[in-house]
C-alpha cells in the first residue's frame, strides 16, 4: 500500500465511510453539482443492477443474491453480516427501498491496494431485480461507457441520495500512463474520461459499474469504479478494474459463495 494509487484509494474509501454516516443530503441536482461529477438524474428503474453499500460504496448485482463491488471497499474475505444492500430505487430515502444485509465477503485473492480492485458480498437472500453481466472478453473494453453512483458531486462533496448517471468514453492505457504513471496497472485497469475533465465519478462512487451496450443491445459490464487524482481533472481520466481481466476469477468465486 505505498503506492500513489493506493494512497488515494485508500484515502477516499476512508472519506466515504465517513460522509456515509453523514445524513443525506437531499434535494435537486444541477449542473454543477450532480453526483457523479458532471452527470444528470437516472431515472427509477434505468439501471435496476445499481446497489448502494453501507459503507459508502456502490455495486451491481451479479446475481440476484450477489453483489460485485470494489476490493477496497471491504476489508477482507469471510462471514459478515455488517453490510446493508439498498436497491430497487433511485431514492435511497424511499419507502420501497429493498434493504439485505450480507452474509459473506470475498475479496479478490492476493488483493495489495494495487490492481485487483474487485469483491463479492453475499446477500442474506436474493433480491428479484435484473442483474448485469460481467464482460469476459476485451471486445467491449472501448467506446462509451456508463457510469452510475450515490457519490460526491465534486471533490470533497458530500454524499448523495438521488442516483446520478454520465457518460464517459474509453482512455487508451498509453495516454492513462501519460498520467498516472507506474501506478497504473494496463492489465488490470481500464481508463475512461475526457481529455478536458469534468464528467467522471468520485468519492463514493467506487465499486460500481461501468457499463455498456453489448451487440444485443443488452448492458455490459466492463469496470469497477476504483480510483483517480481528484475527480473529473483535466487529464487525469477515472481508472476502474478491467472486468473482462478478472471475469474468470469472479465467476469461480461466486461459485464458492
Ligand atoms: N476511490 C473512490 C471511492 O472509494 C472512487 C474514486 C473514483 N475517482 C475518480 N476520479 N474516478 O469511492
Not at 26 to 51: D, I
Not at 132 to 137: F, G, M, N
Not at 143 to 171: D, H, I, N
Not at 220 to 244: D, H
Request: proline fraction near 5%; include cysteine; glycine fraction near 12%.
Amino acid at each position: 500500500m505505498s503506492t500513489l494509487a493506493a494512497l488515494l484509494k485508500r484515502t477516499l474509501a476512508v472519506g466515504a465511510v465517513a460522509l456515509a454516516a453523514v445524513s443525506l443530503q437531499p434535494g435537486a441536482a444541477n449542473a454543477s453539482q450532480a453526483p457523479v461529477v458532471g452527470g444528470t438524474r437516472a431515472a427509477q428503474g434505468e439501471f435496476p443492477f445499481m446497489v448502494r453499500l453501507s459503507m459508502g460504496c456502490g455495486g451491481a448485482l451479479y446475481t440476484q443474491q450477489i453483489v460485485l463491488t470494489a476490493a477496497h471497499c471491504v476489508n477482507g474475505s469471510g462471514n459478515n453480516t455488517s453490510i446493508t444492500a439498498t436497491a430497487g430505487v433511485v431514492d435511497l430515502n424511499s419507502a420501497s427501498a429493498i434493504k439485505v444485509k450480507s452474509t459473506k465477503v470475498l475479496q479478490a485473492p492476493g488483493y495489495n491496494g494495487k490492481g485487483k480492485d474487485w469483491a463479492l458480498i453475499k446477500l442474506a437472500k436474493p433480491i428479484n431485480l435484473p442483474t448485469l453481466k460481467i464482460a469476459d472478453t476485451k471486445a467491449f473494453d472501448n467506446g462509451t461507457f456508463t457510469v452510475a453512483g450515490w457519490g460526491a458531486t465534486r471533490e470533497g462533496g458530500g454524499q448523495q441520495r438521488y442516483l446520478m448517471k454520465a457518460t464517459v468514453p474509453f482512455v487508451s492505457d498509453a495516454v492513462c500512463q501519460s498520467a498516472y504513471g507506474s501506478d497504473l496497472v494496463p492489465g488490470e485497469e481500464i481508463c475512461a474520461g475526457l481529455p478536458q475533465g469534468g464528467v467522471d465519478t468520485c468519492q463514493g462512487d467506487s465499486g460500481g459499474p461501468m457499463f455498456r451496450r453489448d451487440d444485443n443491445n443488452a448492458w455490459i459490464q466492463v469496470g469497477i469504479v476504483s480510483w483517480g487524482e481528484g475527480c473529473a481533472r483535466p487529464n487525469f481520466p477515472g481508472v476502474y478494474s478491467e472486468v473482462s481481466t478478472f471475469a474468470t476469477d469472479i465467476k469461480n468465486a461466486a461459485a464458492t459463495l
